[in-house]
Each structure stands twice: as C-alpha cells, then as structure tokens.
C-alpha cells in the first residue's frame, strides 16, 4: 500500500496550522477554523474510502 496518499494530506494539515500561528505571531487558532478541520478530515477519509473501495472493484474483485 503506498502511505504518500495519505500522509501527504495527514501532515499538511498541521504545518499549514504550524505556519499559520508562526504568521499571526503564535496566536491560538480561532475557534471558528475548527469546523473546517473537521468537515476536510471527513473528505479525507470518504476519499480514502472511495479510492480504496474503487481499487477493488477496478481490479475484478467479484465482492466488490
């Protein structure tokens, strides 16, 4: 299984809120972005899905 599909996302996350708060001069992230965060991990995660459940099918697996 190649991890880059899903690390690259995993660890963007952090270092665009890493670099955000060293922008902003180490304020808290608002509580309003956190919404946000949660709405584009559960995309993450229905892609992930999908792409994981479209391998299987695209590669004949008669479950699927």
């Not at 665009?16 to 608002?30: E, I, K």
């Not at 509580?31 to 229905?46: H, S």
Request: proline share 9%; with cysteine.
């Amino acid at each position: 299984m190649d991890w880059t599909y899903l690390l690259v996302p995993a660890a963007s996350l952090p270092a665009a809120v890493w670099l955000a708060r060293r922008r902003d001069g180490g304020r808290p992230v608002p509580p309003e972005a956190l919404p946000t965060c949660a709405a584009l991990l559960r995309l993450l995660a229905r892609l992930q899905q999908h792409r994981g459940l479209a391998s299987g099918w695209l590669a004949g697996d008669r479950s699927f």
